[in-house]
């Protein structure tokens, strides 16, 4: 196992289905994210987590629910979505180190599609 | 004031020519100028960044220029190969890797 690992790669669900998308890194990094890459739209960051507490939520509705229960490994709970929400889901690690240069390691993303 | 705007969209350039990709902001407090590269079916993968206290930074074929007075900057790619075929993400932040926030990428081709 290398870096940060996303399962499942695809994921299609519909309005009324509850899922769970899953990341994990194996870098012994203190801080998680989430983000979603829409298609003609910029990264957009959901989620951060430092040492599993949540420090930053960006204004993300509530049918995303995102669940740290250690350092290691990060969830994004999905319910009620709607098609808008079809999207990559991808998860990223870094240090929590405070440097500037601080590297985030990003995972091969969850493909969502809600119909 | 957050965004970060990006061009061109998408850029073909020949084998062996240079790739130039452009980036502006409005906020000046941003103080960590990021770009990511994305192959397909990957995440975005750290490439190189540039705080605002230098004007140009390379690594190897990769050039980032900053212009702190113009809020721009840019990424060039030198002798251009067929693998540097990707998308390309510039990004700005306050906070590190923290609160990064995100271009809207560049699809480059290199033709061989």
């Known amino acids: 196992e290398t870096g940060v690992t996303q399962t499942p790669r695809h994921l299609v669900m519909g309005m009324t289905n509850k899922k769970s998308l899953k990341c994990e890194q194996h870098?012994?990094?203190?801080?998680m994210y989430w983000y979603k890459q829409s298609a003609k739209k910029p990264l957009e960051l959901m989620f951060v987590?430092?040492?599993?507490?949540?420090?930053e939520n960006n204004s993300v509705p509530s049918r995303f629910s995102p669940e740290c229960p250690n350092s290691s490994h990060l969830f994004l709970h999905l319910h009620t979505l709607q098609p808008e929400d079809s999207a990559l889901y991808l998860c990223?690690?870094?240090?929590?180190?405070?440097?500037?240069?601080?590297?985030?390691?990003f995972g091969s993303g969850t493909q969502l599609s809600v119909l | 004031q957050q965004q970060v705007k990006q061009s061109p969209q998408s850029l073909i350039v020949q084998k062996g020519g240079i790739s130039i990709i452009n980036c502006a902001y409005e906020n000046t407090a941003f103080d960590y100028f990021p770009w990511y590269q994305q192959f397909p079916g990957k995440g975005p993968a750290l490439l190189i960044a540039?705080?605002?206290?230098?004007s140009e930074k390379k690594e190897g074929r990769f050039t980032i220029s900053f212009n702190k007075s113009a809020k721009q900057f840019s990424l060039h790619i030198m002798d251009s190969q067929p693998g540097d075929s990707a998308t390309y993400f510039c990004?700005?932040?306050?906070?590190?890797?923290?609160?990064?926030?995100f271009g809207q990428g560049t699809r480059l081709t290199i033709n061989p």
């Open positions: 987590y430092n040492f599993k507490e949540q420090t």
């Open positions: 870098l012994g990094h203190n801080a």
């Open positions: 990223a690690s870094s240090q929590a180190a405070g440097l500037w240069d601080e590297k985030l390691f």
């Open positions: 990004a700005a932040s306050t906070q590190g890797a923290q609160k990064l926030v």
């Open positions: 540039i705080r605002p206290d230098v």
